[in-house]
Antibody
Framework: EVQLVESGGGLVQPGGSLRLTCAASGFTFSSYWMQWVRQVPGKGLVWVSNINSDGSSTNYGDSVKGRFTISRDNAKNTLYLQMNSLRVEDTAVYYC???????????WGQGTTVTVSS | DVVMTQSPLSLPVTLGQPASISCRSSQSLVHSDGNTFLSWFQQRPGQSPRRLIYQVSNRDSGVPDRFSGSGSGTDFTLRISRVEAEDVGVYYCFQGAHWPQAFGQGTKVEI
């Protein structure tokens, strides 16, 4: 079964750091781009970041650029999101996802909740 | 940055009747490779999103054929030919042609 499982969410103070993890299974992780998408409860989806299959290319949304770092370990089938200098407005459910733009492949995790509050 | 604008933001529907959602981008979504990277995602209440359509009109595996996508350049449409109860949720268009990638605001479909 193709699956993504996020972990690492929690409560953190403004200015703090958190690292999210996404464990992949059921597909050839090292062949696919990976994405992070976030969603404030009751609000819309916001694309956060992505990384290419070998980790050599990364991209970020404007709101997280310079504060968040995406990375992957293909030997461990794991995706990461290092979040530094967290702000109250970073509070959201963070989804790990993978999709291709050329074929019918798309998988999402169940999400992990990050709360930034003092 | 490319801005994705959906309309309407709320769509009351009747079971068995058609429905459509519009998505407009502030720039053409035709990539330099000639492909148009516009997708549609569905998020049912309490669930993670799933993709319905990629590259404007290609249905993902397992997506009912009552869902169809069309459009070109900057104007795109998602159509549901006959709405079923399980179609309730929020629908998002998404552009992957330009950095940063972006979702539309979402359209809430309710019976």
């Amino acid at each position: 079964e193709v699956q993504l499982v996020e972990s690492g969410g929690g409560l953190v103070q403004p200015g703090g750091s958190l690292r999210l993890t996404c464990a992949a299974s059921g597909f050839t992780f090292s062949s696919y781009w990976m994405q992070w998408v976030r969603q404030v409860p009751g609000k819309g989806l916001v694309w956060v970041s992505n990384i290419n299959s070998d980790g050599s290319s990364t991209n970020y949304g404007d709101s997280v650029k310079g504060r968040f770092t995406i990375s992957r370990d293909n030997a461990k089938n794991t995706l990461y999101l290092q979040m530094n200098s967290l702000r109250v407005e970073d509070t959201a459910v963070y989804y790990c996802a993978s999709w291709t733009s050329m074929t019918s492949f798309c998988v999402w995790g169940q999400g992990t909740t990050v709360t930034v509050s003092s | 940055d490319v801005v994705m604008t959906q309309s309407p933001l709320s769509l009351p529907v009747t079971l068995g009747q058609p429905a459509s959602i519009s998505c407009r981008s502030s720039q053409s979504l035709v990539h330099s490779d000639g492909n148009t990277f516009l997708s549609w995602f569905q998020q049912r209440p309490g669930q993670s999103p799933r993709r319905l359509i990629y590259q404007v009109s290609n249905r993902d595996s397992g997506v009912p054929d009552r869902f169809s996508g069309s459009g070109s350049g900057t104007d795109f449409t998602l159509r549901i030919s006959r709405v079923e109860a399980e179609d309730v949720g929020v629908y998002y268009c998404f552009q992957g042609a330009h950095w940063p990638q972006a979702f539309g605001q979402g359209t809430k479909v309710e019976i």
